[in-house]
């Protein structure tokens, strides 16, 4: 039980630290990645803070057998870089570049109830939904989607 | 340079650093929040009850900055509807497909130095500076 609950903490201190970099601020986000007009570094900056400190936690927290309320690590060991890695990179940054949004600060400022953010949300987790839905469709044909799903994704619901 | 905010840019970072952290620390997961939030749409039994703590978190931290800290949540969004619909489309599509989004790839793959999220991030930082130049030139920024 106190294994799931203590992701809580790790929530909050997100919307905190999205929230005092301003990334909960679309402007922004569209300000930084629009480079040929009035640019602002700050994404860069927040990336290089955030990054910076988990290039060094992650080291230290790996020497560790397993965390402190799991029984194991549970990583990322996927190394190819295929297909639906690049686009889905692809149409995620034009989404994120139209508006300004990504998931983290678009989940945080929900409790604004300003209309574009709900719009935002309910649409995101409608092609969430939708791509989980028609992946495991395709993945379950015996060439299913021409080799654009992974093959570990088969028979997920 | 407009509104260039180095300080506040790099100790808000610094504290999304450790909020990941925390999640490697204490559960063993990457702090992907696209990820964490799409195992939501699917019950799996295990999965649920620390995705939707994280998300709560998520939300309480919205609360507290719009209490404290409210000019961060003065959100000002100048697009039509279909315009944002589409948008968030796309980045729930695309996060899923692209297995994470800004903070899996972004910071915790990249800071892991893991192939395929410095690709990824590499990526959509292109195509997202792409879309944002495409919105601000070809449509004034009022689409």
């Known amino acids: 039980m106190m294994a799931h609950v203590v992701t809580f903490l790790s929530g909050l201190l997100f919307a905190l630290g999205l929230g005092i970099s301003q990334m909960t601020q679309p402007q922004k986000i569209t300000d930084f990645l629009n480079f040929i007009d009035g640019w602002d570094p700050s994404l860069l900056l927040v990336m290089a803070g955030a990054s910076g400190v988990y290039f060094i936690t992650h080291q230290l927290i790996l020497r560790r057998p397993a965390p402190v309320m799991g029984a194991r690590f549970q990583l990322p060991t996927r190394r190819e870089i295929d297909r639906p890695l690049i686009l889905g990179a692809a149409l995620f940054g034009i989404g994120w570049g139209m508006v300004g949004f990504c998931p983290g600060p678009a989940l945080a400022s929900i409790v604004t109830g300003n209309e574009s953010v709900l719009i935002f949300v309910l649409a995101m987790g409608v092609g969430m939904y939708a791509f989980e839905v028609l992946d495991v469709r395709f993945s379950m044909e015996p060439d299913g989607g021409a080799g654009l799903l992974p093959r570990h994704q088969v028979g997920k619901t | ?143």
């Not at chain 2, 490697?24 to 295990?46: A, D, P, T, Y």
């Not at chain 2, 599509?93 to 991030?121: D, N, Y």
């Open chain 2, 1 to 143: 340079m407009e509104h260039f905010t180095p300080v506040s840019s790099l100790i808000g970072g610094i504290i999304i650093g450790l909020a990941a952290s925390l999640m490697l620390f204490l559960n063993g997961r990457i702090c992907g929040v696209s990820g964490i939030f799409g195992g939501l749409l699917h019950f799996k039994k295990g999965e649920t009850l620390w995705r939707s703590s994280f998300v709560a978190g998520l939300l309480c931290g919205g609360v507290l900055l719009l209490l404290y800290h409210p000019q961060s949540m003065a959100i000002n969004i100048p697009y039509s509807g279909p315009t944002v619909m589409l948008a968030g489309l796309l980045v729930g599509i695309g996060t899923r497909m692209g297995s994470g989004c800004t903070s899996g790839h972004g910071i915790c793959g990249v800071s892991r130095l893991a192939p395929r999220s410095l690709i990824a991030t590499g990526v959509f930082l292109a195509s997202g500076s792409i879309a944002a130049i495409a919105v601000n030139q070809f449509m004034g920024g009022q689409a």
